[in-house]
Structure formats: C-alpha cells, structure tokens
C-alpha cells in the first residue's frame, strides 16, 4: 500500500484543525497536565531522573562547540570528540524544556532553556560534520538538524508565551531557513529515497515541524506531500514480515519518527490522513516483541547494540493502536539518560504516551518466529533453569548498516555473557563508513560464527545471500537450514555449503550445528569459527568450556577431526570502548574430501 494524498485534498483537511499543546497529549482535545503528571507516583522514577539530570546540567556551562572540533572528523576521522558536545547541548535543550513544563515554578530552568536555545541557534549548521561532506552549510538537512527543527517547534508549541517572542520568532525563523526553505528548494536530497531510518527521521521531522509551526497551510501541504512520499520509501525498506534490518535500536529510532510524525499528521487532519492503516506498519509495529532474546538483549545483528531499553511511549503507543502488539515489560524501560543523543521527541512522548495503568507482563513471553523476508529466525525459552535465546540469520551481505554475516548466529542464557556471540556496533568513524568496513571485526566475515572455507571468508555484495531451505517452530525443538555456498568466492572450490541448527528446548536448551560442505573437486580446508563473550577453555580434546556468569556452556565438536585454537581479542565498541571476546577456531585435520561434514553441539550447564 502506498499513501498519496493530493496537495489541495491535505490543505482542506489541514484547514480545518490546527495543532496546540493539547494535540501532543496521548488523547488530545485536553491541555497536558504537567503539574498533575510530576505529583503522580506512577511517574515517579521516570520524572526524577529528568529532574537529577536538568539539576547536574544547570551547574555546568554551556558546551562550546568550536571550530577546531567541528574540523577534526576531516583531518583524522574521528567523530566522538563534537559529536560529545553536540548531544550534551541537546540535553540541556531536551532536560530544561521538560522541566520548565513540569515544574514551571522553578525559573532556573527556563532561563537555562532560553540560554541553550540561543546556543543552538548560534551554530553554523545543525549537521554533524560526518553528514557534511561535500555539502553546503545551508542547504543540507541531516538526522540531527532535522531532529532539532522538529525539537524547537515542539518546545514553541508546549511553551508559548514563556519563552519571550523575540526568542520565539528567532526559532521559527531558523526553522523556515534550515529545514524548510533547503527541503523545498534545493532537493532532493538523497534520504527523500531511502528505505531505512534516515528517510524516516529526516522526513518525519520536517513534516512534523511544519504540522506544529508553518502558518501557511498551502506550504505545510507542500511539506507534507513530500514527507509522505518519502514515507512510503521508509516502508519499503521492510518487508512483510515487518523485520528491521537495522536492528532494534534503529527500530526505536527509524520507526519512532514514522509514529511521530503519523500520529501528528492524523489529528492535524482529524483522522483523515493515516499512515498507520495498513497491515505492514502493523507488521513493523509487531517487530520489537519478536526480535528481543532474553531481557534488555536483542537479536543484535547489524549494528545493533547487545542491549536495548525499550522506549516505553513509543511502546505503549503502538500497544494502544494495535491489539496485537504487548505491552513492554516495565523493568526495560529506557531510562532518561540511556538516549545518547538527548533526542526530544522521543524523550517528550514517554512522559505523554506512558500508560502506568497497562497490564504488563514480567517479562517478553516464550515463543519461536520465522521473519522470512529477512531470513531472521528467532527463539526465547523460559524453564525452572532460567531463560534463554536463539538468533540466527539468513539475508545477505548487502543491508543496511551491512555486516558480512550469512548464517551467523546468537546462543545466550539470561544476563550471561553470549555463548555464541554477535558483537553489534563499532565506534563511528570516517573509515567505519567507508573503504576499511570490513576491517573492523564488528562489521566482517572475521567477527562473526562463520567457516573459513580454503582461506575464504564470506564476501560483501548482494550476490551474497543465503537461500532458506527448512524453517520449522515446535513447542519442544526449532529447526533451521540455510544454503550459503553463494557467500563465499569462486575461489573456495564450494559447490554447497548447508548449515543447519536443531534447537531443542528442554530445561537446559542445546543447539546443535551441523554443516555440510561438498566441493567440486577434490578437497577444500574448513575452519569452523566461533564468536564468544564467555572465556573458553579446552577441557579435553572435542570439549570447550564456555565459563557464563551464573551458567556455564560446553562446545563439543568431533575430536581427531577439528583441532581448537584459542584467540583473546578487543574492538573499539559503538562508544569507543575497548570490549573483549574471544575467537575459537576449530580447524579440520583432514581436507581431502570432497564431501565433509562437521557438528557442533552447545549444551548448557
């Protein structure tokens, strides 16, 4: 289903409501009672952390954001040391305009609004300097200048008058100049067609910019015809199994916006212009339940983290919107600072949209999905032993946020270290989005539980790609089969490569994985990889001891066949952090068959 709505049919809609501070209330038609929401117990964790981070915030000045550091990405690719700053003004922005709606009694925190809105207004260009390669300072629109048009305009609507009009019309004017001006003018710019987050954020943004503060409503139907055909793009990304590719966190972001901006667009028209009716947007709504393992911890492939919080309106939303969707268990809420980013709207929406009152489970209830657009397959168990969660993927090694990982797969108990192990996002870096990807072990074959076949590791392209052969959930064993031959040169001799997982779920789970590989002629050398976060040790020859923190595992492979080599390793995480896992290498003795076949067994303990 595509969404089109012509100009003139939004601009009559758009005539005949306009969006006020009680429009953002998850109801609407009644004004937020901010004093009501800080005095309520059910909101008293989620406020006070708020309220602990504005008071650290007040005692600091304001960050200075210099030329020097805007400069540095291009003369050593290095993204961290503005970004820092960047994100600790949007902080300030996001904390003290929350604060000044739920304790407008206390002036310290408009003032130090007002103080880091002129900040914000100050600088050159909202864009981060990674997304400004090439680009002219006035005419680019990325996620983060987009984010703070969208940001301001909500800060205009919930403050009014107690921001001074001289500020407030210094706001709109920076809106119109770098975000609406450049998004009619001097596009398209290249998001208007993507098919991941960024056509979500950017778009979403500015159209939901416009629905709050554009006067015009000819121009906001201008905007809005646009923002909605990038939309459909956005959606095109996923398929109908709803799977985002990006993982959850992206999930949370990308699709965050597109609820958003879907939710301000359908009371700017009273329900006529809805972008929530259709069965993918349920599908993709339906996502977060079925990817999550165990806890806070995800199906991390791509670059996801190896946890993510849910964000508990955006949550609760959806769970109002679709009778399928669960509401979130509680304990995973994201807490107010887990958001390095400082981003408002969603910041803004899980005070508004939280539903205290909702029946909620404990914890993600057990079940066992095949997403099979994107070859994802995905199981959680819970028994009397604890819980546990299998992933593994098919795909191809052309997505977005690509990882060069056909066939990898996660094997993990409770909050224990992974057993089988994918190590999510690297830190951002010139590089990391450029020739040296793969070099990184977060993003190549080499991070990943993938078999070196006759030196090869799998190769990057959209020629690499698994074909699905068996995909079977039960209520006691889950099966899954891939061909991947296709993901490994010419050069390895490969005719097929299957790899098949048995899960079986009794109170302590084992996987078992057996590939198969037959060559076309002759022989081809197999080294079976395995990525962990638990410190193994070789207990015998065919038995590998994965030390967990409550659990241990056990990694059994045929001995006399495969010989195990142990390598201790460290990457640079998503926040520059040195992290550590482990690399096993199970190396075939023998490789003179031209048929071979090779199983390995986790069993927990």
Known sequence: MRYHWEKELLQSWLRNHSLQEESLDRSGGKLVDWTGLAASPLYADMIGEIREEAERLLELPEPELTQELYERFEKTGNRLAYEERYFERRRRLTSFALMSLLDPDKREYVQALTGTIEAVLEEPTWCLPAHMRGQRINRNIDLFSAETGFALGEIIVLLGGRLSEQLREAMLGHIDRRLFVPYLSYGPYGWETAEHNWAAVCAGSIGAAALLVEQSTARQAAILVKAIETMNHYLAG???????????????????????????????????????ASDKVKAVALFQQRCYLAGDRPANFSDALPHVSVHIGLSDYLADRFVEVQFPPLKLRAAYTDDHCARFAPALRDVL??????????????????????????????????????????????EPHNHIDVGHFILLAGNDPAVAADLGSGEYTADYFGEGRYEYDC???????????????????????????????????????????????SESGLQSFKRSFVLRKDELPTLTVTDAFAFEEGGGQVTEVIITRCQPTLAEDGRIVLAG???????????????????????????????RYYRIHLIAEHSAERLQQFALQFEFK
């Not at 409550?550 to 995480?573: F, M, S």
Request: hydrophobic share 35%.
């Open 238 to 276: 996923f398929g109908g199994d709803g799977a985002c590719l990006e993982g959850p966190g992206y999930w949370n972001y990308g699709f965050g916006y597109f609820v958003y901006f879907a939710d301000l667009l359908s009371r700017a028209t009273n329900g006529n212009a809805d972008l929530f």
């Open 353 to 398: 949209w939280f539903q205290p009152n909702a029946e909620r489970d404990v914890n993600w209830q057990p079940g066992s999905w095949y997403l099979p657009d994107a070859q994802w397959f995905i199981s959680r168990s819970v028994s009397s032993a604890g819980s546990f969660g299998f992933a593994a993927k098919g795909g191809s090694n052309d």
């Open 443 to 489: 993003n190549g074959a080499q991070g990943h539980s993938l078999p070196i076949v006759s030196g090869h590791r799998q190769q990057a392209g959209g020629n690499s790609r698994a074909k699905m052969s068996e995909a079977a959930t039960g209520e006691r064993e889950d099966h899954f089969s891939l061909e991947l031959a296709d993901c490994y040169p």
């Open 549 to 579: 923190g409550l659990r241990d595992a056990e990694l059994k492979y045929e001995a006399g066949r495969l010989r195990a080599a142990i390598v201790e390793k460290t990457y640079p995480n998503h926040f520059g952090q040195e992290e």
